[in-house]
């Protein structure tokens, strides 16, 4: 018993009284990660606050800027429609949101709690749906868009997210009501509540956390749409932010690093920034939703 | 009095079901169809297509760029798919031990995935530059190169360099991921085994795999299932090239499609896509949860 005792103390005690391993073995490797996970962003917005002679400079210290300069900022917002393309992006993304959370809500609550028969197999194909990757679906789509008529507007873009918002988000929803004790629900019946009643009164304000994770999914995942906004909509002003900065700063061979790294720098700020002040709801809902 | 329930149930359920129905039926459902029939056409954009049959299937089977779109995306899943698998692995094991400043790592952390990846993509455009590479220059001032490297501009250079920036993009989605799943196994388990002595390599092995194998399954689907099917990343930086080195299925039907006006073709090319998507799933599902069956472990 107690050279058992002795072998557990020696184990803890080796794993926490060897601070050099610990380093070598946890710390070193970590900041190894940290380092090239985040030096991209460091390089964005290093490159965006660089004068053009040390960006196309190979002496001195590339990896800081001795003469920040506000240049490219400048060209970025008044010679480029790049505070438009911020704004489509925030409509967008805040419309298409909305609207997907609302209806994910009924949806979810109809599949999870009012149990009508074929529930089961709804669930299930919007299981599905979740998988359909939009590069398959873009092709078609564009021609949906246009024969709606709808081509080259904010609304083809508003109309066609919800294609993977509302999945995502009734998926995430349902995980939230589930975790809501039946007993609640069947208590406001007898009371004579209504369905309606129910869900306004007693789930929505017990699935708060689970309307913020799938909100902010559904910002972030708007705010990152790449293919649909890319096919769907080519007026440089309805362009959202990814797509007019990838086709419209870019200027044939001449490049100009120092505006497009400044607009992937303002790009990703919105996104990151929502993201800082939800991370544990963020976190919370991409484990939850992979685990269900 | 049941049946009347039951009924008002099933009402309300259509009637709750109803906005998400009909926009997944009319934008996701009803293209899904769309899109196979646009496969067996030859509709060009503004003009509607004709029956066509096999047509653009048998072309797209003898087409050398269609070949080789299809053997990228196949090397770029794999490898892109084991380096996120083993590297977010490694970072949950890290990020699972007694750290300081944990919230702090795990905030960090999974930036990469949250940032629009067309706007990481154009930083890594940057990185990657021929003339004015950070990375050729830090190689050149160590003395380990003397020319600096031409990233995008050799085949597999640039099957490489895309090949990386995927993976950077991914492992935090999949150590954050695991690192979840890592939390839900019992430190008793760990006691237990140290008890009997095993040694930490032995523990990794014997403990935790198998009891993160279902959670590992799922999130391997799900990275199989976008790296296959990953656009913007090629699109940014290399849009296919060098002589179509890094077309993907989805980048070359964009481009036949969409840039070239072949929409029944640049349909049939994304049509194409299902049945490898389907046994990329089929092999990372199925494939992860009978390892865990056999195993013994994993009883959900």
């Known amino acids: ?119 089961k197999q709804v669930g299930l194909a919007i299981f599905l749906a979740y998988l359909v990757p939009p590069s398959i679906l873009f092709i078609p789509l564009a021609s949906v868009v246009f024969q709606l008529g709808l081509f080259d507007t904010r609304l083809a873009l508003i109309l066609t997210y919800p294609t993977f918002l509302i999945p995502f988000c ?33 789930i929505l304000p017990l699935a708060v956390p689970g309307l913020i994770s799938a909100g902010i999914f559904a910002f972030t995942l708007s705010w990152n749409e790449f293919i649909y906004a890319l096919t769907f909509v080519s007026s440089s002003e309805i362009k959202t932010l990814p797509v007019g900065v990838v086709t419209e700063l870019v200027e044939g061979d001449v490049y100009h690093w120092g505006s497009l790294m400044a607009g992937a720098l303002f790009g990703s700020l919105p996104v990151a920034f929502i993201y800082s002040f939800f991370v544990e709801y963020y976190v919370s809902g991409m484990t939850g939703s992979v685990k269900e | 009095m049941l049946e009347r329930l039951q009924n008002s149930r099933n009402a309300l359920g259509l009637l709750f079901l109803l906005p998400a129905a009909v926009l997944l039926l009319l934008f996701l459902t009803y293209p899904l169809g769309l899109g196979i029939w646009l496969g067996f056409t030859d509709a060009k954009i503004g003009r509607p297509g004709e029956w066509i049959g096999l047509e653009n299937y048998s072309f797209i089977a003898q087409d050398a760029v269609t070949q080789l779109a299809l053997f990228n995306t196949l090397f770029y899943t794999v490898v892109a798919s084991i380096f996120k698998f083993l590297l977010g692995l490694w970072l949950a094991v890290l990020l699972n031990k007694n750290i300081r400043f944990k919230t702090f790592f795990r905030a960090v952390i999974l930036l990469p995935y949250i940032v629009p990846t067309a706007l990481s ?14 990375i050729s220059w830090v190689l050149m001032k160590m003395g380990l190169i003397h020319q600096y490297i031409d990233f995008l501009g050799v085949p597999w250079n640039a099957r490489i360099s895309v090949i990386v920036a995927n993976i950077w993009r991914g492992v935090p989605f999949v150590a954050i991921t695991l690192l979840a799943g890592l939390q839900t196994i019992s430190p008793s388990y760990y006691e237990a085994s140290a008890i009997d002595g095993a040694t930490p390599w032995q523990q990794f092995r014997h403990v935790t795999l198998p009891l993160l194998t279902p959670i590992i399954a799922v999130v391997m689907t799900f990275s199989v299932l976008f790296t296959f099917t990953d656009f913007q990343l090629i699109y940014v930086i290399t849009r296919g090239g060098p002589l179509n080195a890094t077309h993907l299925m989805a980048t070359l039907s964009f481009q036949r499609a969409i840039s070239g006006g072949a929409l029944g073709e640049g349909a049939a090319i994304s049509i194409a896509m299902v049945p490898f998507l389907l046994a990329a799933i089929m092999f990372s599902y199925f494939g992860l949860q009978r390892r865990a069956w056999q195993q013994g472990g994993a009883d959900k």
């Not at chain 1, 805040?94 to 529930?119: D, K, M, N, P």
């Not at chain 1, 009501?177 to 609640?184: G, K, Q, V, Y």
């Open chain 1, 170 to 202: 009734t998926w995430l929803l349902m995980g939230y009501f589930r975790s809501i004790p039946f007993e609640l629900e069947e208590c406001a019946l007898i009371d004579g509540a209504t369905r309606w009643q129910i869900l306004v009164k007693i």
């Open chain 1, 1 to 119: 018993m107690s050279a058992k005792e002795d072998t557990v103390d020696t184990a803890g005690m080796n794993y926490l009284d060897s601070p050099m391993r610990k380093a070598v073995v946890v710390y070193l490797p970590l900041a190894i990660f940290v380092f090239v996970l985040l030096f991209p962003f460091y390089w964005m917005a290093i490159t965006a606050f660089k004068p053009n002679n040390e960006l196309l400079s190979r002496d001195g210290n590339p990896f800081w800027v001795m003469a920040p300069t506000l240049d490219h900022v400048r060209k970025l917002l008044f010679d480029t429609s790049y505070p438009q393309w911020m704004w489509n992006t925030v409509l967008v993304s805040v419309v298409a949101t909305f609207f997907s959370l609302a209806a994910s809500v009924f949806a979810a609550y109809a599949i999870e709690r009012l149990r009508f028969s074929g529930a």
């Open chain 2, 121 to 134: 993509a154009i930083a890594f455009w940057w990185i990657y530059d021929a003339q004015f590479s950070i």
